[in-house]
């Protein structure tokens, strides 16, 4: 079965980075693609970025300039990198499986963590 | 960008009840529309991918519809698990999710 699991701080402080890893069991995360999404207080989701099977990248043009997704296969974990955050990054955060038919991207995201709040405060 | 709107946001009703749920898009998305369950305190749920094909798994009171631009999810006689709120995703072009549906019981 396959099986994610958010890990990291629950707070940050404005202005620093936020670093959240997720650990994966049961697949292999040289198959298919890897993201991570986040929901904000009050329930919207914003799909972050995805690492794909081959180690390539893809982030949500609104976070480009600050987000970074990496991994290490070693392990079957890839990791979230946010800088310069603020207030408005204050979410649960998920990793999850991005379901592919072709290779060529993502679809729909069939396996979940459980989630990580982060707070964002001084 | 292709916008995702749902209606609506809250919705009661009893059990057995015919549920149905509704997902817009701001253009054509091409059948490339995933639902998702999401219980308080939980992982979302995959439930529809392909805006009608039904996740491994999922009981068969979940069915999903639609084309274009008008999605819908419906659940024919409601369970008192299926308290959750419902989330629609496109994946064409992107992805964007819907501000989600409340669902609770009367």
């Known amino acids: 079965e396959v099986q994610l699991q958010e890990s990291g701080p629950g707070l940050v402080k404005p202005s620093q980075s936020l670093s959240l890893t997720c650990s994966v069991t049961g697949y292999s995360i040289t198959s298919n693609y890897w993201g991570w999404i986040r929901k904000f207080p009050g329930n919207k989701m914003e799909w972050m970025g995805y690492?794909?099977?081959?180690?390539?990248?893809s982030y949500n043009p609104s976070l480009k300039s600050r987000i970074s997704i990496t991994r290490d296969t070693s392990k079957n974990q890839f990791f979230l990198q946010l800088n310069s955050v603020t207030t408005e990054d204050t979410a649960t955060y998920y990793c999850?499986?991005?379901?592919?038919?072709?290779?060529?991207?993502?679809?729909?995201?069939?396996?979940w963590g459980q989630g990580v709040m982060v707070t964002v405060s001084s | 960008d292709i916008q995702m709107t749902q209606s609506p946001s809250l919705l009661s009703a009893s059990v057995g009840d015919r549920v149905t749920l509704s997902c817009k898009a701001s253009q054509s998305i091409y059948n490339s529309l995933a639902w998702y369950q999401q219980k308080l305190g939980e992982a979302p749920k995959l439930l529809i991918y392909?805006?009608?094909s039904l996740q491994t798994g999922i009981p068969s009171r979940f069915s999903g519809s639609g084309s274009g631009t008008d999605y819908t999810l419906t659940i024919s006689s409601l369970q008192p698990e299926d308290v959750a709120t419902y989330f629609c995703q496109k994946y064409y072009s992107g992805y964007t999710f819907g501000a989600g549906t409340k669902l609770e019981l009367k």
């Open positions: 999850a499986r991005g379901y592919t038919t072709d290779y060529y991207y993502a679809d729909y995201f069939d396996y």
């Open positions: 690492i794909s099977y081959s180690g390539s990248t």
């Open positions: 392909d805006a009608n």
